[in-house]
C-alpha cells in the first residue's frame, strides 16, 4: 500500500467552481501534514500546512482526519490560476527529526473559463 | 518565506559524462538538505538526505556511488551524477529545513532539468 494515496484527476472544474481534493495516508505516526502546489515543469510550492482543527487560507481550506487518517483540500470559487497539481504530503517526525516529506502523486486541475 | 536556489536550471549532456547541481540555503542555514527525483507524470521520489558534515543516507534502490552528495556547508549541498545515462534525465529537485528554528517546512529549489542524450 501506497504511503500517501491521491485521486489523480484530472479534475476539470469551470471558473467559480468549488472542488474539493482527497488524500489517505497510510503510516499513523505521521506527524505533520502540508498541501503543496506544482506548475508544470517548477518545483512543488508549499500553499498550506494542515492542521487537526482545521485551517483556512483566502478561498483554501485544510481539514486532517487523524482516526481516519484522511487529509482534505478545498478551493471555492475557483480562479484559472488554480490550474495545478495539488501535492498531500506528509512527514513523519522521528528523533532527531531529519525525516523527509512524502509526497502523493498529486490531484491535477484544471481550471476552465 | 526562505529561498533555496538550485544551479544549473537545466543541462544537457553527453551519455558517460558528469554533472553537478548545486543546491545553496540563500537566507538560512540548512543543516539537512533532501535531493529528489521527478519522473514525467510521477510523484517525487526522494533519493537522500544530505547532512552537513558527514555522509548522505540514501534511499534503496539509489546508487550512492552513482549519485554522489557532498554537504560541505551550512547552506550549500550538491549532487553529481556520474557517468550519466538515458535514463538519468529527470527534474532534480532540492530541498532544505531550517536549522534554527526546527520546523518541518521543507524549502524548495527550482529544480534541474538534466537530459542525457
Known amino acids: 500500500r501506497k504511503e500517501v494515496e491521491q485521486d489523480p484527476g484530472p479534475f476539470n472544474v469551470p471558473e467559480g467552481a468549488t472542488v474539493a481534493f482527497n488524500c489517505t495516508y497510510s503510516?499513523?505516526?505521521?506527524?505533520?501534514f502540508f498541501w503543496y502546489r506544482q506548475d508544470c515543469r517548477k518545483e512543488p510550492k508549499l500553499l498550506m500546512s494542515?492542521?487537526?482543527s482545521g485551517n483556512e487560507d483566502g478561498r483554501f481550506t485544510a481539514q486532517l482526519n487523524r482516526a481516519s487518517q484522511y487529509i482534505s483540500l478545498l478551493i471555492r470559487d475557483s480562479k484559472l490560476s488554480d490550474s495545478a497539481t495539488y501535492l498531500c504530503v506528509v512527514n513523519i517526525r522521528e528523533g532527531s527529526g531529519n525525516t523527509p516529506l512524502v509526497f502523493g502523486k498529486g490531484t491535477r486541475l484544471s481550471v476552465i473559463a | 518565506g526562505a529561498v533555496v536556489s538550485q544551479h544549473p536550471s537545466w543541462v544537457i549532456c553527453k551519455s558517460g559524462t558528469s554533472v553537478k547541481i548545486e543546491c545553496r540555503s540563500l537566507?538560512?542555514?540548512?543543516?539537512?538538505m533532501f535531493w529528489y527525483r521527478q519522473f514525467p507524470k510521477q510523484s517525487l521520489m526522494l533519493m537522500a538526505t544530505s547532512n552537513e558534515g558527514s555522509k548522505a543516507t540514501y534511499e534503496q534502490g539509489v546508487e550512492k556511488d552513482k549519485f554522489l552528495i557532498n554537504h560541505a556547508s551550512l547552506t550549500l549541498s550538491t549532487l553529481t551524477v556520474t557517468s550519466a545515462h538515458p535514463e538519468d534525465s529527470s527534474f532534480y529537485i532540492c530541498s532544505a529545513r531550517e536549522t534554527v528554528p526546527v520546523t518541518d517546512t521543507q524549502y524548495f529549489g527550482p529544480g534541474t532539468r538534466l537530459t542525457v542524450l
Open positions: 503510516n499513523s505516526a505521521s506527524q505533520s
Open positions: 537566507d538560512f542555514q540548512a543543516t539537512t
Open positions: 494542515v492542521y487537526s
